[in-house]
């Protein structure tokens, strides 16, 4: 395995962990918060702070369903 495919595939595993851990809360957002900032605040590269910043506004960000952002109610049904 070469190593930009090792790269592509760690980061495609930190982000299934995170939406996964997300979806299924099986983490503390404020715990991961702190810790992905902190991640940010040591870095020596702005790209690597960019990388923490980014998984921390993961955190903020709906993981799916109502991509709208009106209530089913106001929206009507949903039609697949």
Not at 34 to 44: I, P, S, T, V, Y
Not at 58 to 69: A, E, F
Request: proline letters at 2%; glycine letters at 8%.
């Amino acid at each position: 395995m070469s190593i930009p495919a090792m790269i592509v595939f760690h980061f495609d595993s930190a982000l299934e962990l995170m939406t996964d851990g997300m979806e299924h809360e099986l983490f503390n957002k404020d715990e991961m918060e702190q810790l992905l900032e902190g991640c940010a605040k040591q870095c020596e590269y702005q790209a690597h702070e960019f990388m923490w910043r980014s998984f921390k506004r993961m955190l903020s960000q709906d993981t799916g369903g109502n991509v709208v952002g009106f209530s089913s109610e106001l929206r009507g049904p949903d039609v697949h």
